[in-house]
């Protein structure tokens, strides 16, 4: 018999040393951004040490304020999806509405004459 794990990530705690390559920070923005002294940022983002409770949330509004998110939304089943934020596991709710396109959605106006790559020799 095999244990089904539930692998579902801890909301809240990001995987700094890859997030901040991602937004393009140093630790030592981080640490600025944060308010940290700089030894405090590198013992989390290099030593894996958890922030204090007050930290964690500070540090959770930080990166939520700076992470360019990139949202991937599950399969639309019913009125919401759930987005995930692959930078950042922030996880939030989308509607899905006739406001959203998605981003195969074909503009309006544009034939679809392709241009072939072979000239009519
Ligand atoms: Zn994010």
């Known amino acids: 018999m095999r244990q089904i794990q539930n692998r579902s990530k801890l909301t809240g705690m990001v995987d700094l040393k890859p ?3 991602v937004q393009g920070l140093t630790v030592r ?3 600025l951004g ?3 002294p700089l030894k405090t940022a590198e013992d989390w ?3 894996g040490v958890v922030p204090s409770t007050d930290n964690q ?4 509004d930080y990166v939520h304020a700076r992470c360019a998110h990139y949202w ?3 399969v639309p089943n019913g009125p919401i ?9 922030h996880v939030r709710e989308f509607t899905n509405s006739t406001e959203y396109a998605g981003p195969l959605a074909k503009p309006l106006g544009t034939t679809d004459k392709a241009v072939e790559g072979k000239s009519a020799a």
């Open 19 to 21: 997030w901040l390559g």
């Open 29 to 31: 923005d981080f640490a």
């Open 34 to 36: 944060l308010d940290v």
């Open 45 to 47: 983002v290099y030593r």
């Open 57 to 60: 949330a500070k540090l959770a």
């Open 72 to 74: 991937v939304i599950a």
């Open 81 to 89: 999806s759930e987005g995930v934020c692959q930078l950042c596991g």
